[in-house]
């Protein structure tokens, strides 16, 4: 049975207050719409490309670690701690700097204050149900320790199968709309998968043993994206595995895992944008996972593919929806037998 504290039982919300300090509205990618908007689409497909925003970053940062951190893959053909030890160390300082650069700018020092923070509540400091007793700890390790390692662990046996003609590949200067074409792609695909998985994940029996970790999160944080039970981690990150399969290029495949590796931490910052003295910088958090953890049963997807809207999982923020996914939930749980 899913867990006892469930956000009925936490949200002890008086009738005069409002539930969100910020609300946006929750729209998906118009590249499903009917009928069809070219318009709409051209500039939903490369804005996150071509415009400063987190993945840009991913893109920009991806090129980078490909053309000066990344060994001659000769050295590759063999699993030595001599290079995967580098890429462990360099995945966890990504992981510190964005995600513990986040914290520190929000939720440290209060840069921007409540503005578009979506929940008015602060982090939980303090609890039981927390190792360490203390969120952010408790975050903090489960993301460097286990998720670090989960995401290395799939970076390392791709370069391995790269280095030893396993995994296959091609290159951007012969190919160049192939490497277009899978950065189009590639937000449908993780956003499919991950509906899938999640989906997965909150199947009891998994859910009681693995993705309850997560979800002690209800109140959340930059750190809260990746903590994660390391079942959890291998799961989430598995949508990697279609570059062991499709030929593909490690810029995509890097871009790929910062995407699902240092994304969360933007999609759980819990604040729609990032604010540099009044001044959008760039989005940062989404309503539609916020309304997730707040809910549980509703919304295991993303904006990117429409799965909740066609699974009749959606919640898009309304008291209305609100109603219904707490009666969906109530009547679930009703007919689930006790742990």
């Given at each position: ?20 300090n ?16 070219p318009?709409a ?29 990344l ?36 939720f ?30 408790d ?34 200067a ?24 999640h ?21 959340i ?10 079942v ?44 540099v ?17 707040r ?33 969906q ?11």
């Amino acid at each position: 049975m899913i867990e006892k504290e469930s956000p009925d039982n936490t949200e002890k919300d008086s009738k005069t207050r409002e539930t969100w300090n910020h609300k946006t509205p929750v729209i998906f990618s118009p590249l499903f719409d009917w009928p069809p908007s070219p318009k709409a689409i051209v500039l939903a497909l490369t804005k996150r490309w071509v415009t400063f925003s987190r993945n840009a970053i991913f893109l920009i940062l991806a090129w980078l670690v490909y053309r000066y951190s990344l060994q001659d893959l000769s050295h590759m053909k063999s699993l030595s701690v001599d290079w995967i030890i580098p890429i462990f160390l360099r995945n966890f300082l990504l992981m510190s700097v964005i995600a513990g650069g986040l914290h520190l700018y929000l939720f440290t020092f209060r840069a921007q204050g409540k503005q578009l923070k979506y929940d008015a509540r602060e982090q939980l400091e303090k609890s039981g149900k927390f190792s360490f007793r203390n969120q952010v700890w408790d975050n903090i390790f489960w993301s460097l320790a286990s998720g670090v390692t989960a995401w290395t662990a799939y970076e390392v046996f791709y370069l391995w199968g790269l280095a030893n003609d396993i995994v296959p590949t091609f290159a951007i200067a012969e190919h160049p709309f192939v490497f277009i074409a899978w950065l189009l792609v590639l937000p449908v695909l993780t956003s499919s998968h991950f509906y899938l998985a999640h989906r997965l994940l909150h199947w009891p029996p998994l859910y009681k043993r693995v993705h309850r970790l997560h979800h002690r999160n209800i109140q959340i944080g930059p750190w809260s994206g990746m903590s994660m039970h390391p079942v959890e981690h291998v799961i989430y990150i598995s949508s990697a595995l279609i570059h062991f399969i499709v030929p593909s290029h490690p810029v995509i495949l890097l871009v790929h895992l910062y995407s699902r590796c240092l994304g969360p931490a933007f999609s759980h910052a819990g604040f729609e944008k990032l604010l540099v003295k009044d001044t959008s910088v760039f989005e940062a958090a989404d309503f539609h996972h916020q309304l997730h953890h707040r809910f549980f049963e509703c919304n295991y997807g993303t904006v990117d593919a429409p799965w909740d809207r066609w699974c009749g999982s959606f919640h898009d923020g309304s008291d209305e929806a609100t109603v219904r996914v707490r009666e969906q939930r109530r009547r679930m749980y009703r007919n689930r037998p006790p742990a």
